[in-house]
């Protein structure tokens, strides 16, 4: 069973930047593809990224292209989210996912395996 830890959240200023890690545990992770979502304070959890298994396709909100870049290193079981120029907006818990079934194309909708517990960025105007 995979178990995904996230990391790299804080509290940062407007156009500063903030690099995320998931790491998987339990099993390799080299065949699911994976992603981020967040969810801010009263509001709906909504997708962020994703990245095939094999890092070569990626996909992203509209909200978020251009700023942020994903990316993974399956030797070492993580999945990684560049966040530059940090907006207000970007405000939220993220939570790392995975699952081995799901077609990138689908991953925004959400319903996928695995889940990690989040980590909250907080950005500061």
């Known amino acids: 069973q995979v178990q995904l830890v996230e990391s790299g959240g804080g509290y940062v200023q407007v156009g500063d930047s903030l690099r995320l890690s998931c790491a998987a545990s339990?099993?390799?992770?080299?065949?699911?593809?994976m992603g981020w979502f967040r969810q801010a304070p009263g509001k709906e959890r909504e997708f962020v990224a994703a990245i095939s298994w094999g890092g070569g396709t990626t996909y992203y909100a509209d909200s978020v292209k251009g700023r942020f870049t994903i990316s993974r290193d399956n030797a070492k079981n993580t999945v990684y989210m560049q966040m530059n120029s940090l907006k207000p907006e970007d405000t939220a818990v993220y939570y790392c996912a995975a699952d081995r079934l799901v077609g990138i194309r689908d991953f925004y909708r959400g319903y996928l395996e695995v889940w990690g517990q989040g980590t909250p960025v907080t950005v500061s105007s």
């Open positions: 339990g099993r390799t992770v080299s065949r699911y593809a």
